[in-house]
């Protein structure tokens, strides 16, 4: 099972440009710049905290 179909059952929603990115709905409740400037961490309720490459937002 792809992530695109795991997301479904859980309140998931899939990306229309890429099937492969789920969004979940989570609160996240603190966001911070690492050391080097490159990531940025968000500390969400209940999913942890994640990271994310900033080169990768748009």
């Known amino acids: ?3 695109s179909r795991a ?5 998931g929603a899939v ?3 890429n ?4 969004f979940l709905a ?7 710049l690492g050391p ?3 990531t940025l961490y968000a500390a969400t309720h209940g ?3 994640h990271g994310i490459q900033v080169r990768d937002l748009s």
């Open 1 to 3: 099972m792809g992530p």
């Open 7 to 11: 997301g479904r059952g859980r309140g």
């Open 15 to 17: 990306d229309p440009k």
């Open 26 to 32: 989570v609160a996240v409740l603190q966001l911070k």
């Open 36 to 38: 080097d400037g490159t």
């Open 47 to 49: 999913r942890g905290i």
């Open 19 to 22: 099937a492969d990115h789920v």
